[in-house]
């Protein structure tokens, strides 16, 4: 499923990532969701992702959050649950795992057929 997010920032203009683009994780009992949490003086922005987890309040990432910079699928993180929020936020990295992750943002220029070329 492709799902379309909206980043905004205070001045009210967004970007717009494609998530579901990626390698597919079929649903098991042994995943659960995490969230990334982006804060800056221009935007906050949230983004879940799929974990296992592996150890007290200790998860292996099971696909990337485009907001979060640094963390690649099969990361090690420690995520805990904040005060006001449900699920657990990556609060920190454990160990890389040695996969990256790049992003690749178009100008407005770009048009479709050149979006999917590359």
Same mark, same amino acid.
């Given at each position: 499923m492709l799902q379309i997010v909206r980043q905004y920032d205070l001045k009210g203009s967004?970007?717009?990532?494609?998530?579901?683009t990626g390698p597919r994780c079929e649903p098991r009992d042994d995943l659960l969701l995490i969230q990334a949490m982006e804060k800056s003086s221009t935007r906050d922005a949230i983004a879940t992702v799929w974990a296992k987890r592996i150890g007290d309040d200790i998860y292996e990432l099971q696909?990337? !959050?485009? =907001?979060? $910079? +640094?963390?690649?699928?099969?990361? #090690?993180?420690? !995520?805990? =649950?904040? $005060? +006001?929020?449900?699920?657990?936020? #990556?609060?920190?990295?454990?160990?890389?795992? +040695?996969?990256?992750t790049f992003h690749i943002k178009f100008s407005a220029s770009t048009t479709a057929d050149q979006r999917e070329e590359i």
């Open positions: 967004f970007e717009l990532i494609k998530l579901g696909g990337y !959050a485009p =907001i979060a $910079p +640094g963390f690649n699928s099969h990361d #090690i993180v420690k !995520a805990v =649950i904040l $005060p +006001g929020q449900e699920m657990p936020t #990556i609060s920190e990295l454990v160990r890389r795992s +040695g996969c990256r």
